[in-house]
């Protein structure tokens, strides 16, 4: 499975992107797809998870309510669009894909995670 990460860039506090996670050689929707970030200094974190066969969601305190995950299964991709950012989601984000069925405590461990895109940079500017 390779994932193609895109999308980030360079924004203003309170400004919006959206980041893509395209797969080739397989259908996206047969796998749990979250997205991590890691900032300068900072532990990797994941951020939203979108699950596999029931399409449920999972998103970290800090971006609930600014982010939403979704999946296009005719583009097979998923997508992390991102409101109202703010300097501290300044960071590489990273989708991965895995075929586990996570719940609320395993669904940010990044080890559960078989393929990983190769990141794009997302710079909130204050």
């Known amino acids: 499975v390779q994932l193609q990460a895109s999308g980030g860039g360079l924004v203003q506090t309170g400004g919006s992107l959206r980041l893509s996670c395209a797969a080739s050689?397989?259908?996206?929707?047969?796998?749990?797809i979250t997205w991590f970030r890691q900032a300068p200094g900072k532990e990797h974190e994941g951020v939203s998870c979108i699950r596999r066969r029931d399409g449920y969601t999972y998103y970290t305190y800090a971006v609930k309510g600014r982010f939403t995950i979704s999946r296009d299964n005719a583009k097979n991709t998923v997508y992390l669009q991102m409101n109202s950012l703010a300097p501290e989601d300044t960071a590489i984000y990273y989708c991965a894909a895995g075929v586990l069925l996570p719940i609320q405590s395993s669904w940010a461990r990044s080890g559960l995670y078989d393929f990983w895109g190769q990141g794009t940079q997302v710079t909130v500017s204050s």
């Open positions: 050689g397989v259908s996206l929707d047969y796998y749990t």
